[in-house]
């Protein structure tokens, strides 16, 4: 192309219209019709992915990030036809200008008279996207998996819209964004493995954070009443249609709020996503009907598990051995080995319920459904359950088998935190990695930390149910990958 | 009679609190209205009068307690809308016994009051308490206040300030017990607030403009995309070795060759680098890309951003900024658009009175740079490339005079391995950095679209590695291959936003705009000292 002094990287473009722009302001054009004055005079951009050419006659298909739009080119009316014409491709990005026409079957056209490849593609397209067997690669790159299938944009499209839907939405109800370390002394939080990284020029090794919950809480203790961040999570965990290594959350904290506050601000958050994509409050999930009208199912954990295993919970007391006998004989058909020893080895009857009720329970939350009041060994940052004891207030939002969302009333006693933390130390000792205690957030209880509701929603999961997704790495742009190369 | 033991102070709260017949963290309550729809609502109220029929709940932190005889105690509650009087005499009070019930409260406690509202005799708007409930005891002495606090929260951003005179000034107490910070010194939440408020503006400016926000990956498997040493991890599960993004570009313009025309991302960066007064080792930029855009374009957007940014949130053009330090006045940084623009190599002949070799890539023009920086007492430390050398003497010669925002453009292809080569002057590039108070606040260029170009440039950049400079960049082979597709025309720029942030608060040190800033790790902690606050 340098040869025949055509410079295949431009500088820029002015573009005046995008296609879907065109598409609206034309739509009363009829088919053969011609809008040709001044004012139809327009400039647009994008990238061919259909090339239709004849003697005199060419027509290209372009697409812009929000439609597409045939380009018409007429050697009578294109100067650089010829040339275009042996130069021009499937893939390559251009810039044209002209006036609008529609043509007899109906497609509406820029008629162009000056046309410019603004980037030339090296490599073509692939001839086959669809089907792809290997799934790392389309991730790998992403952006060939977005310009073949138009779906894939969409659904980042839909996630952007999700986002900036619940920004609104907190910062109405007067939640105020601030930004927590992710690089930290301790992780902690919540009950998983972290990634550790070292820092030269300290020479102290740092985690990367679990959750944001410890210091969101501490500026509940400074005196913000409301607050959120909406930021990257990061698990060392395995990779799995459920999780990426690294993902994004929401958390909110509000002062003076329980956990019954935070249940009807999940119904309300979720159903205004639900909305801005669809339009209304059902949605379709992998083949499933699933309906977001209010009020979502509220039951306990004790119920849940009583109700499908026959077993109660509550009636334990601290008899342990009871507790695992009861739940190793309703597990015992499943025949799941690494399970029993999960059940075997669990400290207390707390944490047999919890297993069973993950085994067992869990999978079979379709319908929107807030599983409530867990055991207070599960929940070192809860507050006590106001009635039942030995449980606290807490829920989980189970959304297609799925959690959603985690919330509780917070814990704000520093005396009680210290003896849930050491018992969280203690069952975690088996671990290769560490559980620690936040000095400094213990401290910060010290001080005071008002009664506050919080909560944590995982967006990349809600995302995946608005966009019916079937795995988290469909949404997130780049994935991590199982493999370098 | 007030303890002054700390030690003694906290053990007796403990003991306190264990004497309760509920505990107060058990305690829930409801407020009925913010502390300013509270003023908005009762501010019509005569001296003296009181609305014994209407009752309203409150809560905060006790700032101050001051009893009048046995029957009278006045409390100043503060809450994140800033301080409202609650009157508690024994007539009023519903249950319990007067002095039991104040005896267990104490200033730093958070409380709920219920009561009716009212003006004092002095014309104070208060709340005249029926119920008093200690919702989280503060078991430190706070430190004693100075002047009036609401006096104190006039500060706004934009307006000077000054850390050192604060109530609580020890750097290190106040950054890693930020929310001590919070409390006893009354600027600091605005401060914070000013980070938010900034952001906001910002996504709404790219949004109204088409922008779509967008997340890329953090961990990755190579950090390109700038110049640093990145932070390594390593992922167990699939035994990998990942590392830190040191900036989100090459996967923002992979999003462009997938078709979007503008992205943008708001996030947190990483760079394993030392601290200093404007570099921590996490911090957050705002970087966007816009297909068929110029580096023109972005030059007046940026200029269109700024400006409205700050009229925004200071109400004029000009912020306040101790440049000179705390003791010296402030200076006036003026974001009156247009900015001036310094073309870096006339820029430097001109300031300099030298002429440039005209080859930059050239080993002649390494030398004459290397004599020039000697000859002028400029230092660079090693390695001594002609990219390094030229980025100290601008550092020297022309960033110093940018205190109010100046572009600097046109740089040499050498020091822009991602930037498009200059349209019309060869061996420069179509790029500008933005300078306020001397600083770089912004970057942005004219992308390469050029795979081939590209890939030369990298393995250019490899040979810089190879001879000792660990921040050039590294070859990102996806990204070339991205390139291959089709990157269309494009511009990106990159903003560091705690940087602005730090110029929206008068903040000297990055630290003061960081919630968490890095810190060396903590002793063990140590007991109270006199002031009632814990050591650092």
Redesign the interface.
């Known amino acids: 192309m340098r040869g025949l002094g055509i410079e295949p990287y431009a500088y820029s473009w002015n573009r005046t219209h995008k296609a879907t722009q065109l598409q609206e302001k034309y739509a009363d054009l009829p088919a053969g019709g011609v809008a040709d004055s001044d004012e139809d005079r327009v400039s647009v951009a994008g990238r061919i992915f259909a090339r239709r050419a004849f003697g005199k006659l060419a027509f290209l298909g372009i697409r812009d990030d929000s439609a597409s739009i045939q380009l018409y080119c007429d050697k009578a009316k294109l100067e650089s036809f010829t040339q275009l014409k042996s130069t021009v491709d499937i893939g390559d990005i251009v810039g044209a200008t002209g006036t609008l026409k529609r043509t007899e079957k109906g497609e509406l056209s820029v008629y162009v008279d000056n046309l410019v490849i603004l980037t030339k593609s090296i490599l073509p397209l692939p001839e086959k996207w669809h089907g792809l067997t290997d799934i790392e690669k389309r991730y790998r790159q992403r952006y060939l998996d977005m310009i073949m299938n138009p779906e894939v944009a969409g659904v980042f499209r839909a996630r952007a819209k999700v986002v900036s839907v619940i920004r609104r939405f907190v910062e109405d109800l007067g939640f105020l964004e601030i930004e927590t370390p992710i690089l930290q002394g301790a992780a902690g939080g919540a009950d998983a493995r972290p990634f550790i990284t070292h820092h030269n020029s300290l020479e102290r090794d740092l985690f990367l954070r679990i959750a944001t919950e410890l210091h969101l809480k501490r500026m509940l203790v400074g005196g913000f009443e409301r607050v959120y961040e909406l930021g990257r999570i990061f698990r060392n965990e395995g990779i799995s249609t459920r999780h990426n290594p690294e993902f994004t959350s929401i958390e909110i904290y509000q002062a003076y709020a329980d956990y019954n506050d935070m249940m009807a601000l999940a119904e309300e958050l979720v159903t205004k996503c639900a909305e801005a994509i669809f339009g209304n409050a059902k949605l379709l999930y992998q083949g499933t009907d699933i309906s977001l009208e209010r009020p979502w199912k509220r039951a306990s954990m004790q119920s849940l598990v009583q109700e499908a295993t026959g077993i109660d919970f509550s009636a334990f007391g601290s008899d342990l051995s009871a507790a695992k006998s009861a739940a190793l004989s309703a597990l015992s058909p499943r025949k799941d080995e690494s399970l029993q020893t999960v059940i075997a080895n669990c400290a207390t009857v707390g944490n047999v319920l919890n297993e069973v009720f993950e085994a067992v329970v869990e999978k079979t939350l379709i319908q929107p459904t807030f599983v409530t009041n867990h055991p207070v060994e599960v929940s070192p940052l809860a507050k006590a359950h106001r009635s039942f004891p030995g449980l606290v207030e807490r829920f989980e939002l189970y959304i297609c088998g799925r959690e959603l969302a985690n919330a509780f009333s917070e814990l704000t006693d520093p005396i009680e935190q210290v003896h849930r933390g050491e018992s969280a130390v203690k069952q975690h000792k088996n671990d290769s990695y560490e559980v620690t205690l936040d000095e400094d957030f213990l401290t910060a209880l010290e001080y005071g930390m008002p009664p506050t509701a919080g909560m944590g929603i995982g967006i990349d999961r809600l995302v995946m149910l608005l966009t019916d997704s079937p795995s988290i790495r469909d949404v997130i742009a780049f994935p991590v990958l199982k493999s370098q190369q | 009679m007030e303890e002054l033991d700390p030690t003694q102070y906290y053990n007796n709260r403990?003991a306190s609190l264990a004497s309760l017949p509920t505990?107060p963290?058990?305690?829930?309550?409801?407020?009925s209205m913010t502390f300013d729809h509270y003023r908005e609502k009762f501010k019509g109220l005569s001296n003296g009068e009181r609305l014994a029929e209407t009752t309203v709940s409150l809560?905060g932190?006790v700032m101050s307690k001051r009893a009048s005889g046995s029957k009278l105690v006045f409390y100043s509650l503060?809450?994140?809308e800033g301080t409202i009087q609650a009157v508690s005499d024994a007539r009023s009070l519903v249950g319990g016994n007067f002095a039991a019930v104040h005896a267990n409260i104490k200033r730093?406690?958070?409380v709920?009051v219920s009561g009716n509202p009212g003006m004092s005799n002095r014309g104070e708007l208060s709340i005249f308490v029926k119920e008093i409930i200690l919702?989280?005891?503060?078991?430190?002495m706070l430190p004693k206040g100075g002047k009036n606090r609401d006096e104190q929260a006039t500060w706004r951003p934009g307006k000077p300030r000054n850390p050192n005179a604060y109530v609580l000034k020890e750097q290190e107490t106040r950054y890693?017990?930020?929310?001590?910070?919070?409390?006893v010194n009354p600027e600091v939440?605005f401060v914070?607030?000013t980070?938010?408020s900034a952001?906001?503006y910002i996504r709404s400016f790219l949004?109204q403009r088409g922008f779509?926000?967008?997340?890329?990956?953090?961990?990755?498997?190579k950090a390109g995309g700038a110049a640093a040493?990145p932070?390594?991890?390593?992922?167990?599960?699939?035994e990998?070795d990942?590392s830190?993004r040191i900036a989100p570009e090459l996967?923002l313009k992979?999003?462009l060759?997938?078709?979007?025309?503008?992205v943008y991302e708001v996030?947190?960066q990483?760079r394993?680098?030392?601290?200093d007064l404007t570099h921590n080792?996490?911090f957050?930029t705002c970087e966007f890309y816009s297909?068929?855009?110029?580096y023109h374009?972005l030059m007046t957007m940026t200029e269109e951003l700024l400006s409205g940014l700050v009229k925004k949130i200071t109400g004029g053009y000009t912020v306040s900024y101790h440049s000179n330090g705390y003791d010296s006045p402030p200076v006036e940084i003026d974001f009156t658009p247009p900015f001036r623009r310094i073309e870096m190599v006339n820029g430097l002949e001109d300031t300099m009175g030298i002429e440039l070799p005209k080859d930059l890539a050239s080993e002649e023009a390494n030398e004459f740079l290397k004599k020039t920086c000697e000859a002028r007492g400029v230092y660079c430390a090693p390695p001594l490339t002609t990219s390094r050398l030229l980025d100290k003497l601008v550092g020297h010669y022309l960033e110093e005079t940018c205190v109010n925002p100046a572009f600097i453009i046109d740089h040499p292809l050498i020091m822009s391995p991602l930037a498009?080569q200059h349209?019309s002057k060869p061996g420069l590039t179509?790029r500008f950095e933005l300078f306020v108070n001397k600083h770089e606040l912004v970057n942005a260029y004219?992308e390469l679209?050029?795979?081939?170009e590209q890939r030369d440039r990298f393995v250019q950049q490899l040979k810089d590695r190879q001879g000792g400079d660990d921040e050039a960049m590294v070859l990102d082979e996806?990204f070339v291959?991205?390139m291959?597709?089709?990157?269309?025309?494009c511009?990106g720029w990159g903003m560091g936003i705690d940087r602005l942030v730090m110029l929206l608060t008068d903040s000297l040190n990055i630290k003061e705009v960081?919630?968490?800033?890095?810190m060396?790790?903590?002793e063990a902690?140590p007991p109270p000292n006199e002031k009632g606050t814990?050591q650092a």
């Open positions: 403990l505990s963290y058990s305690q829930m309550f409801r407020v809560a932190r503060e809450s994140a730093g406690d958070v709920g919702l989280a005891p503060c078991l430190y890693r017990l930020r929310f001590l910070d919070i409390i939440k914070l607030e980070a938010h952001v906001n949004d779509r926000e967008v997340e890329t990956a953090i961990l990755n498997s040493r932070f390594n991890t390593h992922h167990d599960a699939s990998m990942m830190l996967q992979q999003l060759v997938a078709g979007y025309n503008g996030d947190k990483f394993n680098e030392g601290m080792p996490e957050t297909a068929y855009s110029d374009d498009k349209r179509e004219t679209n050029n795979p081939v996806d291959k991205a291959e597709y089709g990157l269309p025309p511009a960081l919630l968490c800033p890095a060396k790790p903590p902690v814990p």
